[in-house]
Every structure is written in C-alpha cells, then in structure tokens.
C-alpha cells in the first residue's frame, strides 16, 4: 500500500487468479483448460489475419462474430454482445446491468469474481447458501434483490440447475436481471439461450475458453434482450470500444462455424469425465456429478490440501480451495486420457 492510493483501490479485496506455471512439463488440470486446442480452422483464420491489415483498428462492433454466434444460436444480432474473455462481458454486466442498494444474490460456493466485481462496482453481495448436497436451491432465490447470478453448471462444483429450475427462477424474479454464467454448458448441459426471447430480464454469458479451446484468445459473449445489450454496449464503449482484436474476431467466428470439430471434442472431454468420475470413486472418493470439464470431488479419509501437495511433487496440479465448506475437495480439470491416466495412477500410488 502506498500512499499514492485512493481509499478504494485501499479497501479493494482482488481476485486470485488460479496458477499459471512457467514450468512446461507439467500435468496441468488446474484451470479447466482444454487438452484438445482450438479448431484448425480458427487457427487457420487467424493466421490469415497476419497482414498488413494489422495498422487498422478492429471493427469496434464485432459484427463478423456476433452474426457466427447469432446463426448458432438461432437469434438476432442486436440481441449479441461480445467482449474480452466473459470476465469482461461479466464486468460490463456488474456495472451496467444490477441495481444498487439491494443485495445481488449468488451461491454461496461458486465462481469467486462475483464478490471481487460487487465490490469493484461498490453493489451490495447477497450471497445464499447451497443445500447439503451442493446444489442451488431455486426457492431460496425468491428475495428483493438487485440482481441474480450463478454459473450453470455451477463452478467449482460441476452441478447443473436443469432449464425447468431456471425457468421457475425466471418466472418468480421478474424485477430485477437473472444471468447465467454458462461458461461450462457445452460439456452436458442445456442452454438457457432458449429462453431469451421470453424472458426479457435473462442475459446468458459464455465463454470460448472451454468448449472452444481458445483460453489465450480471451472471447466472451452474452446473449439476452436487446436493451440489456445495448447496456452492455454503452459501458463497453465507455471503457474500450475496441476490446476484441482482429485475430480475435475471425478465430473466434471460425470457431463457431467448426461445428463438428466442437461435438466431436466436447464428447470427447465428456466420455473422459466419466472415466475419471469412475475411476476416483473406485479409489474412495466422492465425486459430485459434473456437467462440466472438471470434477470437483473429497476423499473419505485423506486430506485434499496433502493430496494436493503430493500430485504437484509428481508434477501434476489441481485447485484446491481454502474456502472452509469445500477445504476437503479437489478441483480436477479433464485432461488428454494419457493425462487423466497418470493422475489416476499417482493417486493409486498414494
Ligand atoms: N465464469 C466462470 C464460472 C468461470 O469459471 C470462468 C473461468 N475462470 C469464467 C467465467 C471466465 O472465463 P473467461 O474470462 O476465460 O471467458
């Protein structure tokens, strides 16, 4: 601290981001990364954008990658945004889309920016309890609120709330925006794009960080009515109205039109999770159901930060939170099968 700061850079908790290690060799099933890479065709795309084309500015709107995204989903343009990994298009969303003065209601138990942009953006934190058995409880949310948020599946537990849930979420909060952080849908779950042209106060955020194995390019989106795009829009352009590059927005776009290589590799991260699930039950421990490219799981008698400690001895790293509720379990990514493998078999080994 110095004293150059101003009180609210003082009182301003970060977030943490999880480890991203120099060191190469390494089994890293830390940050749900996808062991599968991006579409050839993305790569492709993007490496066509290597020109002398690079002294211009990008498009400010992204309208090459909103209409790909638009097509996919079957909605209009006006009702896409897109922004700089969906930790941005969430910021935006922080910032221009919940109410102050009454409390934003997310699980107590989930994606840990949510509490680091309440207090960035100065809204009240209304965190609600998950039930005994780590899932979301859809009545619990019936509250004056300035807004909902959860992640669906929720992270870092895998758990999916069904459409139905979210729907009755939906139709008993009418006041005030209810977003969906799907950032890991694609891995088993149903999206609630469906439910957009219904209901006007849903914004649906995803990532192409995960399903789409584009970490490193930082592209998120949100789709919703057009007005709360179109608040997006304002605080976007307020803040940096160029956020997606060039590169960007045609590997991006790409990666939306390469339907097959995305099926074909989330079935793949799928089929992998339940191998994994099955082989770290049959070695005790108690693995939550998953919808997601990880598993979040505690052993019955060993301790996870041990655990932990042991698998990055043998060069293999998971997440282990301190978080008290969830201090016996373990946050493990779904690697390649030679990847999920010898984590299987270093934790035999224990
Ligand atoms: N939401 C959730 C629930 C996440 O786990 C993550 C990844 N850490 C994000 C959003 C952000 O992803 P990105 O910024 O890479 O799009």
Redesign the pocket.
């Known amino acids: 601290m110095s004293q150059f700061w101003s009180p609210f850079v003082k009182d301003l908790v970060p977030y943490v981001?999880?480890e991203q290690p120099k060191m190469t060799r390494l089994v890293k099933l830390n940050?749900?990364e996808n062991p599968y890479g991006p579409s050839p065709k993305a790569i492709a795309a993007m490496q066509a954008q290597l020109n002398d084309d690079l002294r211009l500015y990008p498009d400010p709107n992204s309208d090459r990658l909103k209409q790909a995204i638009a097509d996919y989903y079957g909605v209009q343009t006006s009702q896409v945004f897109v922004g700089?990994?969906?930790?941005?298009?969430?910021a935006h969303a922080f910032h221009g889309l919940f109410q102050h003065g009454k409390p934003l209601l997310y699980p107590d138990i989930?994606?840990s920016?949510y509490p680091v942009y309440c207090g960035l953006y100065g809204i009240e934190s209304g965190p609600v309890a998950l039930d005994e058995n780590f899932r979301i409880r859809v009545e619990d949310y019936a509250r004056e609120n300035g807004g909902i948020i959860f992640?669906n599946p929720?992270?870092?537990t895998g758990c999916l709330l069904p459409l139905a849930a979210i729907e009755q979420l939906l139709q008993q909060n009418t006041e005030t925006v209810v977003l969906v952080?799907e950032?890991?849908i694609d891995f088993g779950g149903e999206t609630a794009i469906a439910l957009v042209n219904k209901y006007p106060n849903l914004l649906v955020?995803?990532?192409?960080?995960?399903s789409r194995s584009l970490?490193g390019l930082?592209?998120?989106l949100a789709v919703g009515h057009p007005d709360l795009i179109e608040a997006l829009e304002r605080v976007k352009n307020s803040f940096n109205s160029y956020p997606l590059d060039r590169m960007a927005i045609a590997g991006a776009a790409a990666a939306f039109e390469d339907r097959d290589y995305f099926n074909e590799t989330c079935q793949k991260v799928i089929s992998d999770r339940e191998w994994v699930a099955a082989e770290l039950t049959a070695l005790g421990f108690d693995v939550l159901p998953s919808a997601a490219n990880f598993v979040f799981a505690r052993h019955a008698q060993k301790d996870a930060a041990t655990i932990a400690a042991a698998l990055r001895e043998q060069g293999i790293i998971v997440r282990h939170f301190k978080t008290e509720r969830i201090a016996q379990f373990l946050r493990i990514t779904i690697g390649t099968p030679e990847q999920n493998s010898e984590l299987i078999d270093a934790l035999k080994a224990l």
């Open positions: 981001p999880g940050t749900n700089n990994g969906s930790d941005e298009v969430l989930t994606y920016f992640p929720n992270a870092p952080d950032a890991y955020t995803q990532t192409l960080s995960k970490a930082r592209v998120g």
